[in-house]
């Protein structure tokens, strides 16, 4: 049996809503791959050595917000109750878990220095003079783009313990990616316009924030849709079930 009345309104709304909310899942996607394919990729190398986890959260949320809003227009498209159960309680789940990740990133909101300092001095202690993996690619991007080197000081390379500064013998050398003069095969604290003198933490720091305030902006509307979504696919099934009630 067909809806009737303000529920014909409430099914077509869910159904505009989510043929948005797929265009949205493909804007979603498309931002986390470009994400992965530039420089905040290498960000997140640097810092845990993860392969760019902003960038796979966004693609996983586009992914899944296309998958979603199908259902959701399926539903309401072919008054299918299953599809919008589905629809509603899947909806649900995700705002739980939405407002938990919220209220965590919010409590570690100021510890965000320590641990991107913290995770960065790892991986260039990591930093292997004769391999060309991820860890070395990504910090020579980093350096290179943010025109910067080390972690807060360029000294950071010359700790003790860093398998650079153990192949080097000691030796004040930083990698070619530090240098001023992109030609050199290494430069020295001895030269004063040889290598740069700024940390890496800041920028990066900066990048962080900008994607923090990003993907803010992005859940908080994606909260918002989602308890629309919820509401009318609760009431639109509601509704079907009814009418099914009385037509038998």
Not at 74 to 93: D, I
Not at 190 to 217: I, M, N
């Amino acid at each position: 049996m067909a809806v009737e009345g303000c529920c014909v309104c409430v099914k077509y709304s869910l159904f505009i809503f989510n043929f948005v909310f797929f265009l949205g899942g493909l804007v979603s996607t498309g931002t986390g791959i470009y994400s992965l394919v530039h420089t905040k990729g290498d960000v997140a190398v640097v810092i845990d050595n993860s392969e760019g986890s902003f960038g796979a959260l966004l693609v996983s949320v586009g992914v899944l917000s296309c998958i979603l809003s199908l259902a959701g227009c399926l539903g309401a498209a072919k008054e299918n109750r299953c599809a919008l159960l589905f629809y509603a309680v899947v909806l649900g789940f995700l705002f739980v878990l939405e407002g938990t990740g919220a209220g965590v990133g919010y409590h570690y909101r100021n510890k965000l220095r320590s641990v991107a300092a913290n995770g960065m001095l790892k991986t260039l202690d990591s930093f292997s003079p004769f391999e060309f993996g991820k860890v070395e690619k990504s910090w020579t991007k980093v350096q290179t783009l943010f025109k910067c080197c080390g972690v807060e000081r360029p000294g950071d390379w010359q700790q003790n313990g860093t398998s650079w500064h153990q192949y080097h013998h000691n030796a004040t050398v930083f990698p070619t990616s530090c240098c001023s003069n992109p030609q050199d095969n290494s430069c020295t604290n001895t030269t004063v316009a040889g290598f740069r003198p700024e940390g890496c933490l800041p920028k990066v720091l900066d990048t962080l924030r900008s994607q923090w305030a990003l993907l803010v902006g992005v859940a908080a509307t994606i909260a918002a849709s989602q308890l629309f979504g919820i509401i009318c696919g609760c009431c639109l099934q509601r509704h079907i079930k009814r009418s099914d009630y009385r037509l038998v």
